[in-house]
C-alpha cells in the first residue's frame, strides 16, 4: 500500500508564492508519473500538473508560466511550486500518482487526502 502525503499550503495573497510538497511513503517499485489536480468550491477536480520520472512535465492552461512542478525521484516526493497566484487558484489540490508494489504487479492509482490553498487579500 502507498501513501501520498501533502504539505505546504495555506493562505497567500495574491500575487504571493508556495510551494506544495507531496511525499509517497510505503512499498514503491516504480512511481510514474506523479502529479497534482485541484478542486476549488462548486467546481469539478482539474488537472494541474504533471511530472514522470525522467522529468517531462505537462501543466494546465490556467498554470503554464505560473507554476513549476518537479520531483525528486530518490525521496519519491513531487513538489509544485506555485508564483503569481491568483484568488481563482483557491482549492483544494491533490496530489496523485501511479505507483506499483513488485514489478509483477499492475500500476494503481493513488491520491493524497488534499491540501487547501487560499489566495486571498
Known amino acids: 500500500q502507498v501513501q501520498l502525503v501533502e504539505s505546504g499550503g495555506g493562505l497567500v495573497q495574491p500575487g504571493g508564492s508556495l510551494r506544495l510538497s507531496c511525499a509517497a511513503s510505503?512499498?514503491?517499485?516504480?512511481?510514474?508519473?506523479m502529479g497534482w489536480y485541484r478542486q476549488a468550491p462548486g467546481k469539478q477536480r482539474e488537472l494541474v500538473a504533471t511530472?514522470?520520472?525522467?522529468?517531462?512535465?505537462n501543466y494546465a492552461a490556467s498554470v503554464k508560466g505560473r507554476f513549476t512542478i518537479s520531483r525528486d525521484n530518490a525521496k519519491n516526493t513531487v513538489y509544485l511550486q506555485m508564483n503569481s497566484l491568483k484568488p481563482e487558484d483557491t482549492a483544494v489540490y491533490y496530489c496523485?500518482?501511479?505507483?506499483?508494489?513488485?514489478?509483477?504487479?499492475?500500476?494503481?492509482?493513488?491520491w493524497g487526502q488534499g491540501i487547501l490553498v487560499t489566495v486571498s487579500s
Open positions: 510505503g512499498r514503491i517499485f516504480n512511481i510514474d508519473p
Open positions: 511530472i514522470t520520472s525522467g522529468g517531462s512535465t
Open positions: 496523485y500518482a501511479y505507483s506499483r508494489s513488485t514489478w509483477k504487479d499492475w500500476y494503481q492509482e493513488v
